[in-house]
T-cell receptor, first 112, second 118 residues
Framework: AQSVSQHNHHVILSEAASLELGCNYS??????LFWYVQYPGQHLQLLLK??????LVKGIKGFEAEFIKSKFSFNLRKPSVQWSDTAEYFC??????????FGAGTRLTVKP | NAGVTQTPKFQVLKTGQSMTLQCAQD?????MYWYRQDPGMGLRLIYY???????DKGEVPNGYNVSRLNKREFSLRLESAAPSQTSVYFC?????????????????FGPGTRLTVT
């Protein structure tokens, strides 16, 4: 079965800093990739998704992610974070079926 | 549309007690899922139902049973709760979206049930 690794467990940034959260997956075939965000006390919401085509995907709230097939990576980026981006971020992958696997999550804290 | 709803929001059980978590969706999705979320482990799939009348095990099915009552409802039952089942449980539903370059399942999540087993 496919697996997902998020290497950063907790990231602390100041407002206006740039963000990059790493995500790697292990599956050799066609994948669909997602980033979800979970604000404190809330449920998961979809930030962005990749099906195929343009490897640079733009999502909501200024987030984007780049799919690099050769590196099995789908890193999340934002040029300038805000305090309101404080949340937990989950990378997820579906490979060939509707069994979605999630990474362990990265907690982002943005200091005002 | 309410989306995905779950009841209860909070529950405390004693070891050995049983309970059923309820989930319903009003988006006419075929597929539904139960996950548990534990610190540092992300979300792990317990069971899923690809369509009405079918259920399949996910990563961590032991200690749980599910019922796909109809297209809208998918319940999760703990027959004999254990402290290791203390977790936040999320229900999700999905539909297949066909895009220009292909398609995928996009999941929509409920608000979660925080379960504590003492």
């Amino acid at each position: 079965a496919q697996s997902v690794s998020q290497h950063n467990h907790h990231v602390i940034l100041s407002e206006a800093a740039s963000l990059e959260l790493g995500c790697n997956y292990s599956y050799g075939g066609t994948v669909n990739l997602f980033w979800y965000v979970q604000y404190p006390g809330q449920h998961l919401q979809l930030l962005l998704k990749y099906f195929s085509g343009d490897p640079l995907v733009k999502g909501i709230k200024g987030f984007e992610a780049e799919f690099i097939k050769s590196k099995f990576s789908f890193n999340l980026r934002k040029p300038s974070v805000q305090w309101s981006d404080t949340a937990e971020y989950f990378c997820a992958v579906i490979a060939g079926n509707n069994d979605m696997r999630f990474g362990a999550g990265t907690r982002l804290t943005v200091k005002p | 549309n309410a989306g995905v709803t779950q009841t209860p929001k909070f529950q405390v059980l004693k070891t050995g007690q049983s309970m059923t978590l309820q989930c319903a969706q009003d988006m006419n999705h075929n597929s539904m899922y139960w996950y548990r979320q534990d610190p540092g482990m992300g979300l792990r799939l317990i069971y899923y139902s690809a369509s009405e009348g079918t259920t399949d095990k996910g990563e961590v099915p032991n200690g749980y049973n599910v019922s796909r009552l109809n297209k809208r409802e998918f319940s999760l039952r703990l027959e004999s709760a254990a402290p290791s089942q203390t977790s936040v449980y999320f229900c999700a539903s999905s539909e297949f979206r066909q895009g220009v370059y292909g398609g995928s399942y996009e999941q929509y999540f409920g608000p979660g049930t925080r379960l504590t087993v003492t």
